[in-house]
C-alpha cells in the first residue's frame, strides 16, 4: 500500500501516531519515500544531507523552518538555499 502513495500522503500518514511515524523513518523505509516521491511527479532526488521524510517535509510543508508562520513566501522552496522562509525570517537572513 505504501508503494502507491504520493509523498503528501505518506508524510500525513506518518503524523497519524507514534509507531507509523517512528516505522516510517527507519532507513529500510527509505525505499517507501523513494517511491512516493517517484509518484508524487516531477521532484528532484533527495539530497544525500536530507533524509527521505525530512525531504519529503521541506517539499510538502508550507510553513517557514525558522519560525513555522505559513505566508506566501514561505510556500516556495528556496532551492538554491535548502530552506523555507517566511518574508520576515527571508529578511533577516
Known sequence: IFGHLTQADLL????TNRATYEFL?????A??????RDNTGDLPPCPPWR???KFA???????CERCFRVDDHSRIPMWE???R?????????
Do not use: G, H, T
Open 51 to 53: 533524509s527521505e521524510m
Open 81 to 83: 538555499f535548502d530552506s
Open 12 to 15: 500525513s500518514l506518518a503524523r
Open 31 to 36: 525505499v517507501y519515500w523513494e517511491r512516493a
Open 57 to 63: 517535509s521541506f517539499i510538502n510543508d508550507m510553513w
Open 85 to 93: 522562509y517566511c518574508s520576515d525570517c527571508a529578511a533577516s537572513q
Open 25 to 29: 523513518r527507519l532507513r529500510k523505509a
